[in-house]
């Protein structure tokens, strides 16, 4: 795991909070996180680089900022943030307590100091524009999208591309990948719901493909994708 470094001198999340922070997936460039706070609960202060979230479960949280010297601000701020949002946070540092009835339950990533470009790919085919019945953007920045993708079993979706990406599975039991769409090449994989998949670009299996849900229920995989 590459290590963080950051001006206020806290550790990242993981470090200081391992009963609330692990990582469920991760590649060179980023991991994903997610976070669980029963209600009461507090973490200890720590610092993040920019990082891209989704609420699993709607969250009261009480959200303690901190300066560049990692003393508090002193500015404890509530906010309720509901079920599915896709809010992106600057990098900064923080304490956060769950001042709510319900466990806060939300993944994020968190991208790595030695992050580097995923770079071109030759005639790229977004999911998003060639099947947007089964993916939609959640949310984007310059540099990441947050993105779902939603299928019915036996669905399919047309050939298209990924850069790297981190898959966590929602929904489903089953899916059968094409790469570069060879539906002689099948490869059935089966899921687990609460599920991280890393997702290389240089593993052939997701850089080019066409899926069909194969399981026996809705397919649901939310995924964090670079865009650069």
């Known amino acids: 795991m590459a290590a963080f470094s950051f001006a206020s001198g806290l550790p990242d999340c993981c470090t200081s909070n391992p009963e609330s922070y692990s990582v469920l997936a991760e590649l060179p460039n980023f991991r994903l996180v997610e976070m669980k706070v029963p209600p009461g ?8 680089p920019s990082h891209s ?3 699993l479960k709607a969250a009261k949280l009480e959200i303690t900022d901190y300066d560049e ?3 508090s601000k002193e500015n ?3 906010a309720e943030v509901p079920a599915g949002a896709c809010p992106i946070f600057p990098a900064g540092a923080h304490q956060v307590k769950n001042v709510g009835t319900e466990e806060a339950h939300v993944l994020f990533i968190e991208q790595f100091p030695t992050c580097k470009p995923c770079g071109d790919v030759k005639d790229y085919i977004s999911p998003f524009k060639v099947s947007p019945q089964c993916y939609k953007v959640l949310a984007e920045n310059d540099d990441y999208y947050t993105g779902i993708l939603e299928m019915k079993p036996g669905e399919t979706d047309p050939i298209h591309h990924h850069k790297d990406h981190l898959i966590y599975v929602l ?4 899916v059968t990948i094409y790469p570069n769409g060879d539906e002689a090449a099948a490869m059935a994989v089966d899921l687990k719901v609460g599920v ?3 997702a290389p670009m240089e593993a052939p299996p997701f850089a080019k493909h066409s899926l069909k849900n194969t ?4 397919l649901k995989l939310l995924f964090f994708e670079m865009k650069n």
């Open 41 to 48: 609960g507090a973490d200890k202060p720590h610092d993040h």
């Open 53 to 55: 979230m989704y609420f």
């Open 69 to 71: 010297s990692g003393k």
């Open 76 to 78: 404890a701020h509530v």
């Open 171 to 174: 929904e489903g039991d089953q």
């Open 196 to 198: 991280g998949i890393p």
């Open 215 to 218: 399981g026996k229920g809705v």
